[in-house]
């Protein structure tokens, strides 16, 4: 994951907003995701933004997309226990290959 | 319910064992990939295939081999494990023009001792 940077924790209160922040290096990366890996499960696909949008909303879930400094950030509104987990940014690289940033563990709290 | 399936889930062996990790997906994907999870260093793919008998490596395959003799079905084999290969190993599987979405198996928890 050394072309993708993520911090690596992310404490926030039950209600809250929770906002993940993710930089990428390849410019050419056609598409951007979100994936989400809760404890003891592999990871599921939350979202993914093309490169050409600058925002992309799904509910609870807000995608900014920020080209020019390649910066990615996940918004998750009224964050609620179940949104505990290890969230993950991926970049494409060609045709059928992702990169993965460390992942950002988030942890709500009461 | 689509879904991918590891066979198995914790696995302990010993250093220069041969180690067999089966994934088997039931959505007929042309695409599957086998990554490894470590702590701070989140997802590394080590090797993904596109069809039956084809296989690339991905970024760090060394050590390892796989084989995809049905579609359905990819093996990640550790020739002589080492205990540098103790880890999380992630099955995933997609099809061709949604590379990207992948769809994850449970994982298997891999210690060699």
């Known amino acids: 994951g050394e072309d993708v940077e993520q911090s690596l924790f992310l404490s926030v209160r039950e209600g809250d907003s929770s906002v993940i922040n993710c930089t990428y290096t390849d410019s050419s990366s056609t598409y951007l995701y979100w994936y989400k890996q809760e404890p003891g499960a592999g990871l599921q696909l939350l979202t993914y933004i093309f490169s050409n949008m600058d925002m992309k909303q799904d509910q609870r879930l807000t995608v900014l997309l920020n080209k020019k400094d390649k910066h990615l950030s996940l918004r998750i509104a009224d964050t609620q226990t179940g949104d505990s987990a290890i969230y993950f940014c991926?970049?494409?690289?060609?045709?059928?290959?992702?990169?993965f940033g460390a992942g950002t563990t988030v942890t709500v709290r009461a | 319910d689509v879904k991918v399936t590891q066979s198995s889930r914790y696995l302990v062996k010993r250093t220069g064992e041969k180690v067999f990790l089966e994934c088997v997906q039931d959505m007929d994907h042309e695409n599957m990939f086998w990554y490894r999870q470590d702590p701070g260093l989140g997802l590394r793919l080590i090797y993904f295939?596109?069809?039956?008998?084809?296989?690339e490596k991905g970024d760090i395959p060394e050590g390892y081999s796989v084989s995809r003799e049905k579609k359905e079905r990819f093996s990640l084999i550790l020739e002589s494990a080492s205990t540098n290969q103790t880890s999380m190993y992630l099955c995933?599987?997609?099809?061709?023009?949604?590379?990207?979405?992948?769809?994850f198996g449970e994982g298997s928890r891999l210690t060699v001792l």
């Open positions: 295939s596109y069809d039956v008998k084809m296989k």
């Open positions: 995933a599987s997609s099809v061709p023009h949604r590379a990207g979405e992948l769809f």
């Open positions: 991926a970049e494409s690289r060609g045709d059928y290959k992702l990169s």
